[in-house]
């Protein structure tokens, strides 16, 4: 079992840069793959990025690839998403998550609470 929770989120101009962390409690998060989601108001949750329990593989959403970095510091229990040039269409609610890279579903099955991004224009 592992608990997620995110800071970082925040309001900037279009261009700018934010960058998120999750912290992780509980089993070793080096156990875990993790992975950040976001969600509109009104839309669908949407997958954005994602990295192996190792940190050296990582995966990311056409919509953020070349912008957008994640890491891991296993040391630390904690995840983070480096956003940059950020467009207004990134705004939501990002969510960090966990799986247990020895689970039998592909599922992400741990969430944290969410923080807000906005980006104006």
């Known amino acids: 079992q592992v608990h997620l929770v995110e800071s970082g989120g925040g309001l900037v101009q279009a261009g700018g840069s934010l960058r998120l962390s999750c912290a992780a409690s509980?089993?070793?998060?080096?156990?875990?793959?993790a992975g950040w989601f976001r969600q509109a108001p009104g839309k669908e949750r949407e997958f954005v990025a994602r990295i192996l329990s190792s940190g050296l593989d990582t995966y990311y959403a056409d919509s953020v690839k070349g912008r957008f970095t994640i890491s891991r510091d296993n040391a630390k229990n904690t995840a983070y998403l480096q956003m940059n040039n950020l467009k207004p269409e990134d705004t939501a609610v990002y969510y960090c998550a966990a799986r247990w890279i020895r689970g039998t579903s592909n599922e992400f099955t741990y969430w944290g609470q969410g923080t807000q991004v906005t980006v104006s224009s």
């Open positions: 509980g089993r070793t998060f080096s156990s875990y793959t």
